[in-house]
């Protein structure tokens, strides 16, 4: 089914957990939905960005924003797809401008942006090879880390006398540009290597106390506070959990239902893309401002597997990976087998 189908709301629902809905027109005259109401509104452009024939989406699983306003796509590639690039780029009106990344197929994952001098570097990880690879924006290598045999917790057998599993997620960097990883598909620990991708800790494992994680799935240094704090959307405990930049608990943030990353525009807000069909927004205090696309009530993970024609407009299935572009447009894709793409621009 064609990338750019579009669809037209049909409901109207109010209050946090089913935000108000309205209707806007596009310059094609077709109806485009508009979620969220007073300063966090935003006009839905589903499908977004033009998609060459050759590129079927299969789980769209992380997206960011450079310098220039070019949108960066990581997803597992379709098993229709002619061509295996997982990382598709767009300018900031949907054009392509390019696709790489065929060492990925089936893996990509987390994505994550970083200028360094005057350079930009992505981030990525590749959850089927257990890797977490640095490159250009051209796709060129730089480094990467894998299993982490180092660490005294992976250097030892588990109880099966197996390697523990360890498939890496997402990951975050420091201020002073020490490297967080978090295993949350495979052990449920978080990595700290230094600058070099030289190790110094473990910490949280398996576990609901504080301190304890089930699949650390996101996780970002938040340097918005006076002092940088690590920060872990533990999804399968349903919390998001902190921590200090050496690995102590700190506290937890509730609210979410299974947080899955972050990103934060300049003006200290926060979008947390929820795996149960809606996409959180928080202030600066990580107060909960709106649940944009509210459908946590459906039967999302059968929707997930479905095609394109049973997406509700307006309606999020599945949000995976959020970013807010320089303007404060928020950029949402979801784990769909056929991959969902949607921009959400400010009203």
Avoid at 215 to 237: K, M, Q, W, Y
Avoid at 240 to 262: E, M, N, S, V, W
Wanted: charged share 25%.
């Amino acid at each position: 089914m064609s990338q750019s189908r579009r669809g037209f709301l049909t409901s109207i629902g109010t209050g946090l957990g089913a935000p108000l809905i309205l209707k806007a027109a596009n310059k094609s005259g077709t109806k485009k939905p508009v979620i969220g109401e007073g300063e966090h509104t935003y006009e839905v452009t589903h499908d977004w960005g033009d998609l060459p024939a050759s590129i079927q989406y299969g789980n769209t699983h992380g997206v960011c924003e450079d310098s220039n306003g070019r949108i960066y796509i990581h997803h597992t590639v379709h098993a229709t797809s002619d061509s295996s690039d997982t990382m598709v780029v767009f300018d900031h009106k949907g054009k392509f401008i390019k696709s790489w990344g065929k060492e990925f197929r089936g893996g990509a994952h987390g994505l994550y942006i970083r200028k360094e001098g005057n350079q930009e570097f992505l981030y990525l990880c590749d959850i089927k090879r257990g890797l977490v690879v640095k490159t250009t924006l051209e796709g060129e290598e730089v480094f990467t880390l894998g299993y982490p045999k180092v660490s005294e917790v992976y250097a030892q057998p588990g109880p099966d006398g197996k390697p523990l599993k360890y498939s890496p997620t997402n990951l975050a960097v420091a201020p002073n540009a020490d490297i967080y990883v978090g295993d949350g598909y495979g052990s449920s620990y978080v990595i700290q290597y230094n600058r070099k991708g030289e190790y110094i800790r473990t910490f949280g494992g398996p576990g609901a106390e504080a301190g304890r994680l089930r699949c650390p799935h996101g996780i970002f240094v938040d340097t918005r506070g006076s002092e940088p704090i690590l920060t872990v959307a533990d999804r399968s405990n349903k919390r998001i959990q902190r921590f200090t930049l050496d690995g102590k608990h700190t506290d937890f943030i509730y609210g979410t239902l299974a947080p899955c990353h972050f990103n934060v525009y300049k003006n200290g807000d926060m979008v947390v893309p929820d795996l149960f069909a809606r996409v959180t927004l928080m202030d600066r205090d990580n107060k909960i401002i709106a649940n944009l696309g509210d459908d946590s009530q459906s039967d999302y993970m059968t929707t997930r597997k479905l095609t394109r024609d049973h997406f509700k407009p307006g309606k999020f299935v599945c949000p995976h990976g959020a970013c807010f572009d320089h303007k404060g447009n928020i950029y949402v894709v979801e784990w769909v087998e056929v991959g969902r793409v949607s921009r959400l621009q400010k009203v």
